[in-house]
């Protein structure tokens, strides 16, 4: 009997979005993954809920919200390989900039002193910030850190191509790879 194909799933927490650009730069290479995986869930797919027994998980961004919280949890508790996913995953790097200003006085500074109409922080809808934007790490387990702002495509794809063969990436090699 074949082996079924393995579950991939990508996730976008606090970033730009580059490393999800960065993994569409893999170009034609993305047909050969999708012959090799199934995309279960990512912002490239139309799916609203993160679903169970993920093998693969590319997380991008930082964890910044109380929002972000709880969708690192429950993707922990469902993937069994959880991919730190560019620096901002990693470090926190670009949303990290605001944690030396703190989370009430930024808010202030976005709602109220930049608003010329009707200023007020949001308490509906917009997510409730965190104190700190925090690496993925610091919040959950993870078991491989893809580094780069963003990681390129090259990296990118020796990464999967690794990790959907069973074999551990040697992301450090990053350099080679042009991240
Ligand atoms: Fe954007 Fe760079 Fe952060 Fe990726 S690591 S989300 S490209 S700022």
């Not at 702002?149 to 080679?176: M, N």
Request: with cysteine; glycine share 6%.
């Amino acid at each position: 009997m074949s082996r079924p194909r393995p579950r991939l799933a990508t996730v976008w927490l606090d970033g730009c979005s580059g490393c999800h650009m960065s993994f569409l730069d893999m170009d034609e290479r993305l047909l050969e993954i999708g012959q090799r995986a199934d995309l279960v869930y990512s912002p490239l797919v139309d799916r609203k809920d993160y679903p169970e027994d993920v093998d693969v998980c590319l997380v991008e961004g930082a964890v910044s919200s109380e929002e972000d919280l709880d969708k690192i949890r429950t993707i922990r508790a469902r993937t069994r390989i959880l991919v730190s996913f560019g620096d901002c995953a990693v470090t926190s790097n670009v949303p990290g900039m605001r944690n030396p200003i703190g989370a009430a006085p930024l808010l202030e500074r976005a709602y109220l002193e930049n608003a010329t109409l009707n200023p007020q922080v949001p308490s509906e809808v917009v997510p409730r910030l965190l104190p700190a934007a925090l690496p993925v790490h610091r919040v959950v387990e993870v078991d491989v850190f893809l580094p780069g702002c963003p990681p390129s495509a090259d990296l990118i794809y020796h990464t999967l191509e690794e990790l959907l063969e069973g074999r551990v990436p040697d992301t450090a090699r990053g350099a080679r790879f042009g991240a």
